[in-house]
């Protein structure tokens, strides 16, 4: 392959400046010195895209050492050579085969007018359970197989519209059902790179050990449970959940329309502000994002500050991850004791234990669920008419093409028969949501809190094959989303002497994201834990 339009010769010329066989190289330079290039050409040197930033990608094309078709060509490279050869993560469905052609029309409009956006040529690695025109979006599962949607789901065309690539569609946990690990007969099993015997997380584990890999510069995951903190804490990833209704689910593949959350998966929190602003925001397709109506949309950006932790009071939410039947790992208890200590040093105060008191808080007496699975794939279904090859839950059972470990959670889903949402057990379901986040807005006003703390799990990622839920310690599937309340995994360290990630929950207020973000930041700067996978 060609480096930024440079010709074999060229190509070689650089394996010679490297020392390889340098007495017959010479007798390829040319006989007289080459034409000057042009301004707009870039130099012959490939750009290092192991752990770059936006940031960076973005000063590199202003100054013409890169353009948008040799970024994207180096990140397929990386995928060819580390998805299914090398290490074999096996996080990628499907790459993108216009990426390059796009690209080129990027750098087209690049030279016309600069950057189209701010996110102007960033690869973006997307969920497959995100609508993708072009691109397949099975949910991870071969019951979907074939399914191209003729629309972009809102995220996906607010990163477009920013100036971003979709250049791979990525494993899941099948149908987003496992925040443990992510399997899928789409596809099979996804490794964590940082220990390929591991279990990345799931459900957006194939996002995140793409990001993590340096497969792609963005993602985009979807948070049920736990399902964008859980990967990216596995992953040294940040990933944000935003409060419910700030982001769009319209075109992804429902698991609960009651929590489901989709949102950015990135390296460092400055890129995951970066696509954060562009993606909220109200959207009629999604009825939930009405709550967002007439409330201004904060410069998230202006919440980067290093010194965002002095003043700040942090209450440490030992509900969400002291268990009598499960004790805290000991190399994450000391880790995050670390990591206390670190946002003292750093001006907060720590406010511990932080409690909340939901006690008395119940669901009211309803007939049945409030919608649940069988109700929101169904009606999702419906919709896509004879785009997709099975229309309802029955005929996915039917169908028998999933993974033998999803049976059982859909043929439960088949035997419920949940409610529509105006139904008295909705109303139920609704009027408890609003109870308990009320206890956590008052627990966090009487103690004049900024926000909460936690260690995302409570265990090291899991080994393969033996992901067990009782055992693996996930201490994000309450707070967050019953309430319906914003969190930010930020990383914190790493186990088993310096190998396995672990990451931090900052937990708050109802669109407080803006101050989740400022303490984010300030950790990340002074603490610095990221660091690329051994491989």
């Not at 596809?187 to 890999?213: E, F, H, M, Q, W």
């Amino acid at each position: 392959m060609t480096i930024f339009g440079a010709e074999p010769s060229m190509t070689m010329n650089k394996a010679c400046a490297g020392g390889f066989f340098l007495s017959a190289c010479f007798l390829l330079l040319p006989a007289s010195p080459p034409s000057p290039a042009s301004p707009q050409a870039p130099p012959a040197s490939k750009f290092q895209i192991e752990e770059a930033t936006i940031s960076k990608v973005h000063a590199a094309m202003k100054s013409r050492q890169l353009t948008c078709r040799d970024l994207v060509a180096e990140y397929l490279e990386r995928i060819e050579a580390s998805d299914k050869k090398g290490p074999a993560l096996n996080a990628i469905v499907q790459v993108n085969p216009t990426a390059l052609k796009e690209a080129e029309l990027l750098d087209r409009r690049f030279a016309q007018s600069g950057l189209t956006g701010p996110l102007h040529c960033v690869p973006a690695i997307v969920k497959d359970n995100f609508e993708t025109v072009g691109l397949q979006s099975a949910d991870g599962s071969l019951s979907l197989q074939g399914f191209v949607s003729n629309k972009d789901a809102f995220l996906v065309r607010r990163i477009k519209e920013a100036g971003a690539i979709v250049i791979a569609k990525s494993n899941m946990g099948e149908f987003a059902f496992s925040p443990l690990e992510t399997v899928s007969s789409i596809l099979g099993t996804t490794k964590n790179p940082y220990a390929l015997d591991r279990v990345p997380a799931g459900s957006s584990g194939g996002t995140a050990a793409a990001i993590a890999s340096n497969f792609g510069l963005i993602g985009l995951g979807s948070d049920t449970g736990n399902s964008i903190r859980g990967p990216s804490s596995h992953n040294a990833l940040v990933g944000i959940r935003s409060t419910m209704g700030l982001t769009s689910r319209a075109g992804v593949i429902p698991l609960s329309f009651l929590a489901d959350v989709a949102g950015p998966m990135t390296r460092t929190v400055e890129d995951a502000v970066t696509v954060f602003q562009v993606i909220v925001g109200e959207d009629p397709d999604d009825p939930a994002t009405a709550r967002s109506h007439g409330r201004a949309i904060p410069d998230y950006k202006a919440s980067l500050v290093r010194d965002g932790l002095k003043g700040a009071r942090i209450g440490v939410l030992r509900q969400a991850y002291e268990r009598d039947n499960l004790p805290v790992d000991e190399d994450i208890a000391g880790i995050f004791a670390k990591a206390l200590e670190d946002l003292k040093a750093a001006g907060a105060e720590i406010i511990d234990p932080a409690p909340v008191d939901v006690s008395q808080i119940r669901r009211g007496q309803g007939a049945n669920a409030c919608r649940g699975f069988k109700y929101d794939i169904n009606e999702y279904l419906a919709k896509q008419g004879e785009r997709v090859p099975v229309h309802s839950l029955e005929e996915i059972i039917a169908s028998g093409k999933f993974n033998e470990s999803v049976r059982g959670r859909l043929e439960q889903a088949q035997r419920g028969d949940p409610t529509g949402p105006e139904s008295d057990a909705c109303k139920a379901e609704a009027a408890y949501r609003e109870a308990y986040g009320a206890a956590v807005t008052k627990a966090m006003d009487d103690l004049k809190l900024d926000a909460f703390v936690y260690p995302t799990w409570s265990r090291p990622p899991q080994l393969i094959g033996s992901a067990n839920q009782r055992q693996a310690g996930d201490n994000s599937q309450v707070f967050s989303p019953t309430s319906g309340f914003p969190a930010i995994n930020v990383p914190m360290g790493y186990t088993r002497d310096g190998t396995l990630p672990c990451g931090m929950t900052i937990f708050g207020r109802a669109w407080s994201e803006a101050t989740l973000i400022r303490l984010a930041y300030a950790y990340e700067q002074a603490t610095h834990h990221r660091k690329p996978p051994p491989r």
